[in-house]
């Protein structure tokens, strides 16, 4: 018996020093990749970047720079202009202003419009839920919108790709955990964290939000209001005027967290890997999905999403198998797969190495037909998807 206890603290002793030293080294990555202040600090976009992002032409931005309509910004050593997101965003109020057809350039809510919630969920882990948040988030806070990037995930992967250690700087406090728990709750705003992205703000997560499953089993049992069911959408109303759009990205288990979101947003986005493992298991979440749902709804009213899209993640053309998944996958569920999938690619995979988005990387630091294949695939999943949320405001799309 001693020896069995003995062997036990030996590994627990062990875990807990590889933690330790993981962490440390994580810390000293993380302070050398963002060197010299250790935050993450955004890139500048080139005018074809700015052309692509906005709609305005390469011509029409030379020229309004050239009459004045446009602010002076940065240029390199060969004197080509360089755009920070900031730049970008005040280029669009100008051309709201001025433009033809002026409303495009900002395509965020207008007056009656709904704050659109979106939870980025998956029943199994390595479907890319956090890489599609953040890429996501990035690409329509560069289009224009205000967005708000919500960490579900007590592995706060999200919140790791944000340039935070969740570990060391919300090992306490500090986490959308602080606004969700039942005893004396934080305003949401008390949590948002501004981010290096121009229009793009974290509520981060960490370990604590793991307390949530097991304090709302709890709440349950003592009829503790407001029930989980309602705690993020009220905690978000405090803020909604702020933002645009909402991401949410989920874990990947169907508990009280997970239905916490499902509950306050306004539509889902469900990523899939192209596997029959990966098929076979997002079936069983859709089905316990539907039937806790359904529980719920017969308790508190029907839930009313707008949309339910499904995404086919880490996707790789030439693969026979993936490909004829894929087309399974269309031919049972139709238009609520979208059109364009995830490819797998080299450049996302390596940019994470370094906590980087494609959105992130310079041009340099890639093969550029490597960065365009993904940048094509990532640019047009979203672009196709912004569809789906102009259409639940009501707005006619191309």
């Known amino acids: 018996m001693n020896s069995t206890v003995g062997t036990s603290n030996s590994i627990a002793a062990s875990i807990t020093a590889n933690a330790s030293r993981l962490s440390e080294a994580l810390d000293n990555h993380m302070r050398n990749s963002f060197q010299p202040d250790s935050r993450k600090m955004l890139r500048k976009f ?3 970047e700015v052309s692509e992002l906005t709609g305005i ?12 309509s446009f602010p002076d910004v940065e240029t390199d050593t060969r004197g080509r202009r360089l755009y920070s997101a900031k730049d970008i965003d005040q280029i669009r109020h100008i051309m709201a202003r001025t433009g033809r057809n002026g409303e495009t350039y900002l395509p965020g809510r207008r007056e009656g419009d709904p704050l659109q919630i979106i939870s980025i969920v998956n ?33 706060a992967s999200l919140t790791t790709m944000f ?24 305003p949401l705003s008390q949590v948002v964290r501004k ?40 905690a978000l109303d405090e803020i909604e005027e ?31 890997v192209p596997s029959m493992l990966d098929v076979a298991s997002m079936a069983q979440f859709l089905e316990m999905a539907g039937e ?34 894929a087309g399974f996958l269309r031919s049972i569920l139709l238009d609520q797969v979208l059109n364009t999938a995830m490819l797998k690619s080299t450049a996302i995979s390596d940019a994470g190495m370094t906590q980087q988005t494609i959105y992130e990387l310079a041009p340099s630091q890639v093969v550029k037909k490597t960065l365009d294949r993904i940048l094509e695939s990532v640019n047009g999943l979203a672009d196709e998807f912004e569809r789906t949320i102009q259409q639940a405001w009501s707005r006619e799309v191309d």
């Open 46 to 48: 080139h005018p074809s």
């Open 57 to 68: 032409s390469m011509s029409n931005l030379r020229s309004r720079h050239q009459d004045g």
């Open 123 to 155: 029943f199994k882990g390595g479907s890319s839920k956090t890489t599609t948040a953040i890429h996501l988030a990035q690409r329509y806070a560069l289009r224009g919108y205000r967005v708000l990037a919500v960490d579900m995930d007590p592995q």
């Open 163 to 186: 340039g935070y250690r969740p570990e060391i700087e919300f090992a306490e406090s500090g986490t959308v955990y602080d606004a969700l728990k039942y005893e004396d709750p934080v």
């Open 195 to 234: 981010t290096y992205f121009h229009n793009l703000d974290l509520a981060p997560a960490g370990l604590l939000l793991s307390e949530y499953e097991t304090e709302t089993a709890y709440a349950l049992q003592h009829k503790i209001d407001p029930p989980f069911t309602q705690r993020l959408a009220i």
């Open 242 to 272: 702020n933002y645009d759009l909402v991401i949410i990205d989920c874990p990947p288990q169907l508990g009280f967290t997970t239905m916490t979101a499902l509950l306050a947003s306004t539509g889902l986005l469900i990523t899939v």
């Open 292 to 325: 806790t749902v359904q529980t719920l709804e017969e308790a508190t009213g029907p839930v009313d999403w707008a949309f339910l899209k499904y995404l086919i993640t880490r996707y790789e053309p030439t693969d026979v198998p993936q490909s004829q998944m």
